[in-house]
Nanobody, 123 residues
Framework: QVQLVESGGGLVQAGGSLRLSCAASGRSFSSYSLAWFRQAPGKEREFVVAISWTGVRTDYADSVKGRFTISRDNAKNTVYLQMNKLKPEDAAVYYC????????????????RGQGTQVTVSS
């Protein structure tokens, strides 16, 4: 099993940047595909980005392509989400998730999920 803890959320002005981190504890972190999802108030949870266990393959939602970057450091058991050019519509609770499968875009495909970190973007 793996436990996930997100951090790095906060309040930022539109156009600004934040970097989220997701620290994992447990065994075999490097065997997991990792993903970020987000959920805004009154909206369904949506896929943001995923990365394969090697880091070679990444999949981005169209809404964040060119602005967000996912990366992982298997030595530190951590995955990062660099968010640039933030927009008010990016405001949400961001969740980290892990799966032993190849990267997927569906929340239910990830057996392990964090508690989330809040991102607020002021206009």
């Amino acid at each position: 099993q793996v436990q996930l803890v997100e951090s790095g959320g906060g309040l930022v002005q539109a156009g600004g940047s934040l970097r989220l981190s997701c620290a994992a504890s447990g065994r075999s972190f490097s065997s997991y595909s990792l993903a970020w999802f987000r959920q805004a108030p009154g909206k369904e949870r949506e896929f943001v980005v995923a990365i394969s266990w090697t880091g070679v393959r990444t999949d981005y939602a169209d809404s964040v392509k060119g602005r967000f970057t996912i990366s992982r450091d298997n030595a530190k058991n951590t995955v990062y989400l660099q968010m640039n050019k933030l927009k008010p519509e990016d405001a949400a609770v961001y969740y980290c998730a892990a799966s032993l499968r190849s990267p997927r875009t569906e929340w239910d495909e990830y057996a392990y999920r964090g508690q989330g970190t809040q991102v607020t973007v002021s206009s």
